[in-house]
């Protein structure tokens, strides 16, 4: 077994896994780092994205260092947006993929490119049965932290009954006792969006077919979840995925996941966070996906203006998203806003003080691995357990909580941004942890470390079954 790019798995024979993506950004972008990663170590990988993001991608600028290739969703021309429903987008991914996906399959063994294992995210149980067929490994990648994989579980088996109801605290093994509120908001508000809550509690259809199951998170990061996880499963942690310049700095010059498909504002974010002293800038982000309410955005605009201090707001359609006009104009010597950015680039930078962030679980790893406080404002899906995590075990930032009408006030914002910021005991603590889950997320992935040593077990015994 190799850890050096270049080098072979074993016996001069690299293992091949194809690699199969859910088509959204934050699916894509943790896969594909940790691709980068089993080929550094020496396996050959062919990454393998829906034919719509493949043809509306600008990754042609910064292509990964392996073949990409293309299933169809049955929506080529518009993606998921184009779909008439949740639930008809899954079924048509999931009928249509499976045919798709047995072609390509067939194309690469046809053409001489023999796969020895299929590695997919786990909200496509499908690949799996797929993959059979064909007499491959199989790999389930999780792209949620432990601890949500943990939740829907519990419901799949039916050891949580829905709807949830009352004030009763929800135990689970491996996991502090629970809240409604704080329930991944599909499981809390189970009308919200049925179709995704079967999406996420059906990757337990057939788990106990794969071969390994791996997350995208560390051993140490929750490590009560997964020594009870472990008793049911063969799960590994081997994250953070993110680019590893900014964790481990193994692979030179990876500072980019390498598919975005929005067009970042980098010289302009870099030149005005250049000019601001160091920790004196909130940085606001929230996601490629969440949408904040016209009255949400006001009251984070004047939650912020509250602060009086630098800010540096990604809003990604400003024409649109109703950023007041008085607020812009009151700001103008504080604030920058930008339509995207390079997240990384911006949370490394010095001058970053703390992140307002929807809590989605890649911005969250991005945060804890470069150690920059948090003050959370989860908006749906599994951000508000993220967030739990994050102000209570962690202890790596703050939850800014809704009021009764479910918009957080502009008080709360800027006093939680303000608790941060200033220098006062609650503050120092929360930097002072944000340092060392810093260097307890780096030091995972770094050699020797708990989630390398996993990536290393898991290619040595995919490595193991070859006819070499």
Not at 405 to 422: E, Q, S, Y
Request: glycine fraction near 8%.
């Amino acid at each position: 077994m190799a850890d050096g790019e270049g080098k072979t798995v074993n016996n001069g024979k690299k293992v091949h896994i194809l690699v199969v993506t859910y088509p959204a950004q934050g699916h894509i972008n943790p896969l594909l780092q940790f691709s980068k990663r089993l080929h550094h170590k020496g396996a050959a990988v062919t990454f393998v994205i829906t034919k719509y993001l493949y043809n509306n991608s600008p990754a042609a600028d910064n292509p990964p260092p392996f073949p990409v290739e293309t299933f169809s969703d049955d929506h080529d021309d518009g993606g998921f947006l184009s779909s008439v429903s949740v639930p008809d987008y899954h079924e048509r991914l999931e009928r249509v993929g499976s045919e798709t996906l047995r072609d390509l399959i067939r194309r690469l063994e046809g053409g001489g490119r023999r796969i020895d294992a299929v590695m997919y995210d786990g909200f496509m149980p499908w690949v799996l049965e797929v993959a059979k067929e064909w007499g491959l490994k199989t790999v389930i990648y999780f792209t949620q932290m432990c601890g949500v994989n943990n939740i829907y579980f519990h419901i799949y088996k039916g050891e949580i009954k829905l709807p949830l109801g009352g004030e009763e605290e929800i135990r689970m093994g491996g996991m502090p006792a629970m809240r409604a509120e704080e329930m991944p908001s599909f499981v809390k508000d189970v009308k919200s969006c049925p179709g995704f809550l079967a999406t996420v509690v059906n990757q337990f259809r057939n788990i106990e077919e794969a071969d390994f199951l791996v997350c995208n998170s560390f051993y140490e990061q929750e490590q009560q979840v997964l020594e009870w996880m472990e008793k049911k499963w063969r799960m590994k942690t081997v994250g953070p995925n993110i680019p590893s310049m900014y964790a481990d700095r193994q692979i030179q010059e990876d500072r980019e996941y390498g598919f975005n498909f929005f067009k970042p504002n980098d010289e302009a974010c870099r030149k005005w966070l250049n000019d601001r002293q160091k920790k004196s800038v909130v940085f606001v982000a929230f996601g490629s996906f969440s949408t904040l309410s016209a009255e949400q955005m006001e009251e984070l605009a004047w939650g912020l203006a509250q602060t009086n201090c630098f800010f540096l707001w990604v809003v990604r359609d400003p024409k649109v998203a109703n950023v007041p006009t008085k607020f812009v104009e009151a700001t103008k010597e504080k604030g920058l806003i930008v339509p995207w950015c390079l997240q990384l680039e911006v949370l490394s930078h010095e001058s970053i003080g703390c992140f307002v962030t929807h809590s989605g679980w890649n911005s969250t790893l991005e945060a804890l691995t470069i150690g920059v406080p948090m003050v959370a404002m989860p908006q749906w899906t599994d951000q508000t357990v993220n967030a739990k995590f994050v102000r209570d075990v962690w202890k790596t930032g703050i939850r800014a909580f809704p009021d009764h009408t479910g918009i957080v006030r502009r008080m709360t914002i800027a006093d939680c941004i303000l608790k941060i910021m200033d220098d006062n005991v609650e503050g120092k603590e929360i930097r002072e942890n944000a340092a060392k889950w810093g260097a307890l997320a780096r030091r995972a992935v770094d050699q020797g470390g708990s989630s390398d040593q996993n990536i290393n077990e898991v290619l040595v015994q995919l490595a193991s079954g070859l006819n070499i």
